[in-house]
């Protein structure tokens, strides 16, 4: 896991069930539009409004902090103090891919 084929597969197959991931992620967000908006668990947040994901896209950004990536997987190693990789595997097994 790691290549560029490896992690456009793994968001590939992210994005269509990212609404279902955010809800697992962080719970008690809610959609606004085209965003999931919640709390971002890293800080001490305690309104909802400054930690977004489009949901279209994957991106996400909290813009209280400067924190942001661009894909589900970012966002996997950001929540969870993963390396890029190793969120990829992760995220990529929890979508019940096979690692061949």
Request: charged letters at 25%.
């Amino acid at each position: 896991m790691g290549s560029y084929q490896d992690f456009h597969r793994v968001n590939g197959a992210a994005l269509p069930v990212l609404r279902v991931l955010l809800d697992r992620w962080l719970p008690g967000g809610r959609v606004v539009g085209h965003e999931f908006v919640a709390l971002n668990p890293k800080r001490k947040d305690r309104r909802l409004g400054s930690f977004k994901v489009n949901l279209r896209s994957g991106q996400w950004a909290d813009f209280a902090t400067g924190d942001r990536g661009g894909d589900p997987i970012s966002l996997a190693a950001y929540l969870y103090n993963l390396s890029q990789g190793q969120a990829a595997k992760r995220l990529s097994e929890m979508l019940g891919e096979d690692h061949g």
